[in-house]
């Protein structure tokens, strides 16, 4: 069975550009997560899907981060424009329901200059 | 709405000696608990899960946990660590089916094993 897919695993920006992180689900998991893991921290949830739908979004900056989940399957972050404080990993994590665990990506390392 | 504390940041201990991680959770409903391990430069992996039944849980590399609901805690121990048992750990809790199914996770706790 294959994993959660992210792309890209690497990304170096300027401040104030933009930039999109995709994920790929595990098939059939109906539950979508993104979370940012900043250095030394733990993952804090940013938004969660149920197969199209928005869950929790309480913690996304919705005046620059946007995501979107078409069709209950892939998934796309963006941020535009991006800060410095931006620079984390941000990782993808899918799950059957909302209640089981959570399967992770390997995330993508963004670096903000 | 649920939260976890992670009450050490980093654990350094010998090779072969005992450890525990310590985790504890607030939450207004029942909980689902989980442990999860992180490699360098590598994603979340599931350690060991209480979703029900017994509230000793192990996994196949040697970890247990233990959910006391009356301490709110959710503890890691290994009765002999590995060099490769090196990572940081993350403790996690959902609410329980029907009441929510945010996966909040703590801040961590490096564990950082010397021969």
């Known amino acids: 069975e294959a994993g959660v897919a992210q792309s890209p695993r690497y990304k170096i920006i300027e401040k104030r550009q933009s930039v999109a992180f995709w994920c790929n689900p595990i098939?059939?998991?109906?539950?979508l997560y993104w979370y940012q893991q900043i250095l030394g921290q733990g993952p804090k949830l940013l938004i969660q899907?149920?197969?199209?739908?928005?869950?929790?979004d309480s913690q996304l900056p919705k005046d620059r981060f946007s995501a979107e989940r078409l069709k209950g399957v892939d998934s796309t972050l963006k941020i535009q424009p991006a800060k410095l404080e931006d620079s984390a990993v941000y990782l993808c994590?899918?799950?059957?329901?909302?209640?089981?665990?959570?399967?992770f990506g390997q995330g993508t390392r963004l670096t903000v200059v | 709405a649920q939260s976890v504390t992670q009450l050490d940041s980093q654990v350094p201990v010998f090779e072969e000696a005992p450890v525990e991680l310590r985790c504890n959770y607030s939450?207004?409903?029942?909980?689902?608990l989980f442990w999860y391990v992180q490699y360098p430069n590598q994603g979340l992996q599931l350690l060991l899960k209480?979703?029900?039944?017994?509230?000793l849980v192990k996994s196949i590399n040697g970890f247990e946990a233990e959910f006391n609901k009356s301490q709110t805690s959710f503890h890691l121990r290994k009765p002999s660590v590995h060099i490769s048992d090196t990572a940081e750990y993350f403790c996690a809790v959902s609410a329980r089916y029907n009441q929510g199914g945010k996966l909040i996770f703590g801040q961590g706790t490096e564990l950082s094993v010397k021969p």
């Open positions: 939450s207004s409903v029942s909980v689902y």
């Open positions: 994590a899918s799950s059957p329901t909302q209640w089981s665990e959570a399967f």
């Open positions: 899907f149920q197969n199209n739908g928005v869950v929790d």
């Open positions: 209480y979703l029900s039944g017994s509230t």
């Open positions: 098939s059939g998991h109906a539950t």
